[in-house]
């Protein structure tokens, strides 16, 4: 089964169009929210390079960002 993290935070249109995006198409995941969790903020940025959000790991492919295609690549979903 696919490990899947999404950094994000409350008020980012993108995280919500991400998660939107997995649970439509029924893909369970772990919604980290890095306004509240400064180490899993750290933990974002050692692994992106990055401060924007959404983050999302998924089985260690970082994807900055709501780019729907890499998600669906790195998913096998096609796109």
Known sequence: MV???VYSTPTCPYCRMVKDFL???KIEFEDIDV???VEAAKEMVAKSGQMAVPVLDIDGTIIV???LRAIKRA???GG
């Open 23 to 25: 649970k439509q198409n």
């Open 35 to 37: 306004a509240a969790d």
């Open 3 to 5: 490990t899947i993290k």
């Open 75 to 77: 998913l096998n979903l």
């Open 65 to 67: 960002g709501a780019d």
